[in-house]
Nanobody, 117 residues
Framework: QVQLVESGGGLVQPGGSLRLSCAASGNIFSIYVMGWYRQAPGKQRELVATITSGGSTNYADSVKGRFTISRDNAKKTVYLQMNSLKPEDTAVYYC???????????WGQGTQVTVSS
């Protein structure tokens, strides 16, 4: 059973930074597309960023230039560096391992990020 465990959330002032981590269990990590999603109260879950096995990245327009997704395959961990945070970035952030043709997708339990003065 694959488990994804997020950490690094918290309360930060506007303009501040946070770094989220997502540690994955299981023997294989490097081949999967990993992503970060977020869900604000009363809103649908939305894509924040993804990173492929080869390191190609994709970002939501709302976070481009402020957030950076990265991965360390040796540590089986994916990161989300969040800079210049805004109140509208407040949400629960979820780590995701994308489904493949033969496997389902997996989600972490989420970590709360609150941007407020």
């Amino acid at each position: 059973q694959v488990q994804l465990v997020e950490s690094g959330g918290g309360l930060v002032q506007p303009g501040g930074s946070l770094r989220l981590s997502c540690a994955a269990s299981g023997n294989i990590f490097s081949i999967y597309v990993m992503g970060w999603y977020r869900q604000a109260p009363g809103k649908q879950r939305e894509l924040v960023a993804t990173i492929t096995s080869g390191g190609s990245t994709n970002y939501a327009d709302s976070v481009k230039g402020r957030f950076t997704i990265s991965r360390d395959n040796a540590k089986k961990t994916v990161y989300l560096q969040m800079n210049s945070l805004k109140p509208e970035d407040t949400a629960v952030y979820y780590c995701n391992r994308r489904a493949t043709m033969t496997e389902r997708d997996y989600w972490g339990q989420g970590t709360q990020v609150t941007v407020s003065s």
